[in-house]
Protein backbone atom coordinates (compact mmCIF):
# COMPACT_ATOMS: atom_id res chain seq x y z
CA UNK A 1 0.00 0.00 0.00
CA UNK A 2 1.02 3.31 -0.93
CA UNK A 3 1.28 5.77 1.74
CA UNK A 4 -0.08 9.64 0.61
CA UNK A 5 -0.02 11.64 3.02
CA UNK A 6 -1.97 15.24 1.70
CA UNK A 7 0.32 18.15 2.98
CA UNK A 8 -1.01 20.50 0.74
CA UNK A 9 -1.69 23.62 2.39
CA UNK A 10 -4.98 25.44 1.40
CA UNK A 11 -5.15 29.10 1.41
CA UNK A 12 -2.61 32.38 0.80
CA UNK A 13 0.38 32.76 2.32
CA UNK A 14 1.13 35.68 4.82
CA UNK A 15 4.11 36.71 2.11
CA UNK A 16 1.22 36.76 -0.70
CA UNK A 17 -1.30 38.68 0.66
CA UNK A 18 0.94 40.95 1.76
CA UNK A 19 2.24 41.75 -1.70
CA UNK A 20 -1.12 41.73 -3.16
CA UNK A 21 -1.99 44.73 -0.64
CA UNK A 22 1.45 46.92 -1.10
CA UNK A 23 -0.14 46.20 -5.20
CA UNK A 24 -3.17 47.45 -4.65
CA UNK A 25 -2.07 50.13 -3.02
CA UNK A 26 0.60 51.55 -5.16
CA UNK A 27 -2.41 51.45 -8.07
CA UNK A 28 -4.67 53.01 -5.93
CA UNK A 29 -1.61 55.98 -5.35
CA UNK A 30 -1.30 56.13 -9.20
CA UNK A 31 -5.18 56.65 -9.42
CA UNK A 32 -5.18 59.33 -6.65
CA UNK A 33 -3.76 62.11 -8.52
CA UNK A 34 -5.88 61.04 -12.10
CA UNK A 35 -8.88 61.36 -10.27
CA UNK A 36 -8.03 65.08 -8.69
CA UNK A 37 -7.00 66.28 -12.11
CA UNK A 38 -10.26 65.16 -13.42
CA UNK A 39 -12.52 66.45 -10.61
CA UNK A 40 -10.66 70.12 -11.13
CA UNK A 41 -11.22 69.66 -15.17
CA UNK A 42 -14.77 68.78 -14.55
CA UNK A 43 -14.96 71.92 -11.71
CA UNK A 44 -13.05 74.54 -14.16
CA UNK A 45 -15.44 73.55 -17.17
CA UNK A 46 -18.52 73.85 -15.08
CA UNK A 47 -17.41 77.48 -14.00
CA UNK A 48 -15.98 78.78 -17.59
CA UNK A 49 -20.00 77.60 -18.70
CA UNK A 50 -21.27 79.89 -15.83
CA UNK A 51 -18.85 82.95 -16.92
CA UNK A 52 -20.31 82.06 -20.37
CA UNK A 53 -23.87 82.81 -19.37
CA UNK A 54 -23.12 85.59 -17.48
CA UNK A 55 -21.10 87.20 -20.39
CA UNK A 56 -24.35 86.32 -22.87
CA UNK A 57 -26.37 87.92 -20.10
CA UNK A 58 -24.19 91.36 -20.07
CA UNK A 59 -24.03 91.06 -23.75
CA UNK A 60 -27.66 91.48 -23.92
CA UNK A 61 -27.72 93.54 -20.77
CA UNK A 62 -25.35 96.25 -22.51
CA UNK A 63 -27.55 96.34 -25.90
CA UNK A 64 -30.71 96.83 -24.50
CA UNK A 65 -30.19 99.45 -22.32
CA UNK A 66 -27.06 101.27 -23.97
CA UNK A 67 -24.53 100.88 -21.04
CA UNK A 68 -21.20 99.55 -20.75
CA UNK A 69 -21.59 98.16 -16.76
CA UNK A 70 -23.67 95.95 -15.05
CA UNK A 71 -24.10 94.25 -11.98
CA UNK A 72 -24.51 90.89 -10.96
CA UNK A 73 -27.78 90.90 -9.14
CA UNK A 74 -29.28 92.85 -12.28
CA UNK A 75 -27.88 89.68 -14.41
CA UNK A 76 -28.62 87.10 -11.97
CA UNK A 77 -32.36 86.39 -10.11
CA UNK A 78 -35.73 84.30 -10.83
CA UNK A 79 -36.91 87.00 -13.08
CA UNK A 80 -33.03 88.01 -15.01
CA UNK A 81 -31.38 86.55 -17.60
CA UNK A 82 -29.47 84.33 -15.80
CA UNK A 83 -32.14 82.71 -13.68
CA UNK A 84 -29.83 81.11 -11.00
CA UNK A 85 -26.13 80.53 -10.76
CA UNK A 86 -24.94 77.61 -9.52
CA UNK A 87 -21.76 77.84 -7.07
CA UNK A 88 -19.81 74.25 -8.10
CA UNK A 89 -16.35 74.87 -5.76
CA UNK A 90 -16.97 77.75 -3.79
CA UNK A 91 -15.89 79.83 -6.88
CA UNK A 92 -16.38 83.90 -6.47
CA UNK A 93 -17.73 85.52 -9.15
CA UNK A 94 -17.19 89.77 -10.31
CA UNK A 95 -20.28 91.67 -8.98
CA UNK A 96 -19.58 93.99 -12.11
CA UNK A 97 -19.31 93.45 -15.78
CA UNK A 98 -17.91 96.17 -18.28
CA UNK A 99 -18.03 95.92 -21.98
CA UNK A 100 -14.95 94.09 -23.30
CA UNK A 101 -13.06 93.13 -19.93
CA UNK A 102 -12.80 89.84 -19.50
CA UNK A 103 -14.84 87.85 -16.19
CA UNK A 104 -12.26 86.52 -13.87
CA UNK A 105 -13.44 84.13 -11.39
CA UNK A 106 -11.79 83.61 -8.39
CA UNK A 107 -11.70 81.09 -5.06
CA UNK A 108 -12.10 78.10 -7.74
CA UNK A 109 -11.61 75.14 -5.13
CA UNK A 110 -10.00 77.66 -2.71
CA UNK A 111 -7.27 78.18 -4.77
CA UNK A 112 -6.98 78.63 -8.77
CA UNK A 113 -8.53 81.32 -11.07
CA UNK A 114 -10.56 80.91 -14.34
CA UNK A 115 -10.82 83.80 -16.72
CA UNK A 116 -13.03 84.00 -19.50
CA UNK A 117 -12.20 86.25 -22.53
CA UNK A 118 -14.95 88.94 -23.73
Same mark, same amino acid.
Given at each position: ????S ?13 ? %? ?5 ? +? $??? @???? *?? =???? !? #????? %? ?5 ? +? $??? @???? *?? =???? !? #? ?6 V???? +? ?13 ? #? ?22
Amino acid at each position: MKNLSNNSSKGFTVVEIMI %VVVIIGL +L $AAM @AFPA *FE =KLRQ !S #TQDKA %VLDNARR +L $AVA @AEEY *FL =KNGV !S #TVTLDKLVGPTN +LVTELKIVANETYPL #TFSQGVPIKVTGVAGSRTVIYPP
